[in-house]
């Protein structure tokens, strides 16, 4: 099982700043790497595919790199409604997530 | 508009059944795979089992397999989850997601529903 870890647990970031999260799988998932969104009471929303791709509707302040074990997602200029839960997911063997990194608006 | 809309959760004994289903609409069912993810109150997320568009190729989670089955009937549009020899470990919200890709499975998930409780509990 690839083992996935997110860091840090909580972010808190004022409204307009930018937030980074990261991502490690424990072996390489090439770029089968996606990123989703929780918010309160909510399923999981879809971002981020293929490492970097937007999923449909996502806006442009969503951004995801990297490559093999080493992930981050960016979300420039902070808003309130994307106060959530963000999970990292590895698709390139039975899928696994992250524990999730929970974003605090400051 | 794709939907899906999970139901039949509810409080089971230890050791006890149920049965989940899935209602699909919005998208032709019978070209996608689909999966069910749960997550434990207060927890992160973890996928459960996979059935291929065509009902072939069902896998589990390791801590699952041997005790559910999934299903489908592309006839209804719906997905099943067969869960027996329930634990108390099982106890979480279980949620219906369908796969991105077409006439394949690749576990991107990027259709939710909103999920169905289940609370194993004596």
């Known amino acids: 099982e690839i083992v996935m870890t997110q860091s840090p647990a909580t972010l808190s970031v004022s409204p307009g700043e930018r937030a980074t999260l990261s991502c490690r799988a424990s072996q390489s998932v090439s770029s089968n790497l996606a990123w989703y969104q929780q918010k309160p009471g909510q399923a999981p929303r879809l971002l981020i595919y293929?490492?970097?791709t937007r999923a449909t509707g996502i806006p442009a302040r969503f951004t995801g790199r990297g490559f093999g074990t080493e992930f981050t997602l960016t979300i420039t200029s902070l808003q309130s409604e994307d106060l959530a839960v963000y999970y990292c997911q590895q698709h390139n063997s039975w899928p696994t997530f992250g524990q999730g990194t929970k974003v605090e608006i400051k | 508009q794709v939907h899906v809309v999970e139901s039949g959760g509810g409080v089971v004994q230890p050791g006890g059944s149920l049965r989940l289903s899935c209602a699909a609409s919005g998208f032709t069912f019978s070209d996608f795979g689909m999966h069910w993810v749960r997550q434990a109150p207060g927890k992160g997320l973890e996928w459960v089992a996979v059935?291929?568009?065509?009902?072939?190729?069902?896998y589990y989670a390791d801590s699952v397999k041997g005790r559910f089955t999934i299903s489908r009937d592309n006839s209804k549009n719906m997905l099943y989850l067969q869960m027996n020899s329930l634990r108390a470990d099982d106890t979480a919200v279980y949620y219906c997601?369908?796969?991105?890709?077409?006439?394949?499975?690749?576990?991107?998930?990027?259709?939710w529903g909103q999920g169905t409780m289940v609370t194993v509990s004596s």
């Open positions: 293929g490492a970097s």
């Open positions: 997601a369908k796969d991105l890709s077409v006439l394949a499975t690749i576990s991107l998930f990027d259709y």
């Open positions: 059935i291929a568009y065509d009902g072939s190729k069902p």
